[in-house]
């Protein structure tokens, strides 16, 4: 028999199912986009993905234009997910169509932006536990702190590095790895 099978067999219910997030690819994740149609993730193989906690009424919103610049310069090999998020200071209180509207008048987003979630907390979305848990993610614990905290993944899905919200998207801590 299989030795990893055979460890695997001797474990609870609740160990297996963390064994089988160990195992999880951010490809398996599922999210909707701001209009409710599901985005499948694995259409981004090959591309890296920058995740980002988005807010419409913080003070890292600005970040919106520097996120589009990389959108515009770095498209044929790099994804931006804008995830609105409410958690912060209450600073995205808007409906997906407010959310929709205000990215696109103000700052000319392009890029794709998911429907509202949570990052933290109880209701986290499972694509936040999986960006933020080592035992999911395989490379690093982390907890989001405040909107406009981002996260690269590489073009084979895997955990590339965490950024908190004072570290502009054009950065080169950032950028460094799109080159």
């Excluded at 986290?124 to 848990?133: A, D, I, N, S």
Aim: hydrophobic content about 30%; aromatic content about 12%; glycine content about 6%.
């Amino acid at each position: 028999m299989n030795p990893l099978k055979a460890f695997v067999g001797t474990l609870s219910t609740t160990d297996k199912n963390v064994v089988q997030k160990a195992s999880q690819s951010i490809y398996d994740l599922e999210i909707n986009s701001l209009q409710g149609k599901p985005i499948d993730l694995s259409e981004f193989k090959g591309k890296k993905i920058l995740l980002v906690n988005v807010a419409s009424k913080c003070g890292f919103t600005s970040q919106y234009r520097e996120l589009q610049e990389l959108h515009a310069s770095y498209k044929d090999k790099l994804v931006i997910i804008g995830l609105p998020c409410n958690q912060f200071g209450k600073q995205e209180p808007g409906s997906s169509d407010e959310i929709q509207e205000f990215c696109e008048v103000n700052y000319g987003v392009s890029f794709l932006i998911t429907e509202k979630i949570d990052v933290k907390g109880p209701n986290q979305h499972p694509l936040f536990q999986w960006l933020t848990t080592k035992a999911i993610n395989g490379k690093q614990n982390s907890t989001v702190k405040w909107n406009f905290q981002k996260y690269l993944v590489d073009k084979n899905g895997e955990f590339l590095d965490y950024f908190y919200s004072i570290t502009k998207p054009t950065n080169s801590r950032i950028t460094k790895y799109l080159k």
